[in-house]
């Protein structure tokens, strides 16, 4: 089985179990990007990182990959309560799901990767029982302190099984931004599978791969995101489990994601025929098209290299905001001009003092940010640019804002 399992992503599709696998993007050998540094020339553990995609399910994935207990381990530094783009984004979803599922104190909602409880408490408040899974145990303490009782383990169908000798089939999984986190997808979707009955509604959300083929959005890739979903390959994995793909809604997060509706039964409706035909037309299928995003992304690399090179003729300060893991693909795909980031603020205190990996630049706190006194501040996590820029303006008027993807752009 270990062996299988070696070979899933670079030569058997993780998805649709085929041999049609087609390498689309090299990015070279980069550490994880939640292991910091503790000085800047600490030398980090490096893992290839490249993608391929199944031309038959159409499902993106790493090939050689980290296990997971190596990077989802004890200390991890990702709080999602930490954003108040994501806290009000899990108040509508709550709010929306009570009233479509007719949600009561009678029914649980199970959350796999619950995180430090942003989204469940968020159920707790209005009285609906809940119930996390979530294998980092600083954040699954969190979680617990806020009252909601948190499985502290991986999910998969072991732990599925000894779940339902506890407690009763839920009425509503969530499973965001995790399914992409799971080397044995089919582990974990038959899992799910198990703690589904006739009333069960998933919801899973997932940043999608033909926007990220499309928008070039290369930096979220990394080791953690295993595989990179879309209607048709998250339709195959549900299939394979005994579960159908009934409705897709369309969310801007990430640059982009799908919330995927999954049950027991029911027929698919016309939001995931109108995403499968979207995707088609976007070229999820199309060799031509990853050639395309390749090239791109190479010229996005390079466009950033110069602009950095420019800034610091220039005698500009350039400083980062926001340590997020898409900052560190793109840091490190930049490669040696990176440095001319001075620092880079972040208001996580797991990450203050210590060093983005792999670039090696000092992480330290928001309210430093006027430090070096900056011209420019780049915003790495460009997907809550929104909430970050008003930061920014507040502290620094006159500082140029700049997000480097979807593409460079002064905002
Ligand atoms: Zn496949």
């Not at 997971?68 to 009000?88: G, Q």
């Not at 999910?155 to 080397?183: C, E, Q, S, T, W």
Request: glycine share 6%; hydrophobic share 35%.
């Amino acid at each position: 089985m270990a062996e299988l399992m070696n070979q899933r992503g670079t030569t058997i599709c993780r998805g649709c179990e085929c041999v049609t696998l087609v390498s689309i993007l090299n990015l070279g050998e980069q550490p994880l990007p939640a292991e910091y540094g503790n000085s800047h020339k600490d030398n980090l553990d490096k893992f290839p990182l490249n993608i391929s995609i199944c031309s038959k399910c159409g499902l993106g994935q790493l090939g050689e990959y980290v296990l997971p207990d190596r990077i989802f381990h004890k200390n991890y530094p990702y709080l999602s309560s930490a954003s108040s783009t994501w806290v009000s984004h899990a108040k509508n979803y709550c709010t929306k799901m009570i009233k479509r599922l007719r949600l009561t104190r009678k029914d649980l909602v199970v959350e796999i990767a619950s995180n430090d409880g942003y989204l469940l408490s968020q159920f707790k408040k209005k009285n609906i029982p809940v119930l996390g899974v979530e294998p980092a145990s600083n954040v699954a303490e969190i979680s617990e302190n806020l009252g909601i009782i948190t499985i502290n383990s991986f999910f998969g169908k072991d732990l599925a099984r000894d779940m339902l000798k506890k407690y009763n089939f839920p009425k509503l999984i969530v499973a965001n931004n995790v399914l992409a986190h799971i080397p044995d997808i089919q582990d974990f979707m038959s899992g799910i599978s198990i703690l589904t009955n006739e009333d069960t509604i998933i919801t899973v959300e997932n940043p999608s791969f033909s926007k990220l083929l499309e928008n070039t959005l290369f930096d979220t890739i990394y080791h953690e995101h295993y595989s990179y979903l879309s209607a048709h390959s998250v339709s195959e994995i549900a299939k394979k489990n005994g579960l159908q793909l009934i409705h897709v809604e369309q969310l801007s997060t990430h640059g982009g994601s799908n919330r995927y509706w999954l049950a027991r039964s029911g027929e698919a409706d016309f939001t995931v025929k109108k995403t499968m035909i979207s995707e088609i037309n976007n070229g999820l299928f199309d060799k031509n098209t990853w050639t395309l995003f390749s090239k791109r992304v190479n010229e996005s690399i390079s466009e950033f290299r110069e602009w950095l090179l420019e800034k610091k003729k220039n005698g500009d300060v350039v400083v980062g905001y926001g340590a997020a893991h898409k900052g560190n693909t793109f840091l490190n795909a930049v490669g040696e001009a990176s440095k001319y980031l001075t620092y880079v603020v972040d208001a996580s205190k797991e990450k203050q003092g210590k060093f983005l990996p792999g670039s090696g630049i000092p992480v330290i706190a928001p309210e430093q940010l006027g430090l070096c006194n900056p011209t420019d501040v780049l915003i790495l996590p460009w997907n809550l640019a929104t909430e970050i820029s008003k930061n920014i303006r507040r502290m620094l008027p006159n500082a140029r804002i700049w997000i480097a993807q979807p593409k460079l752009l002064n905002i």
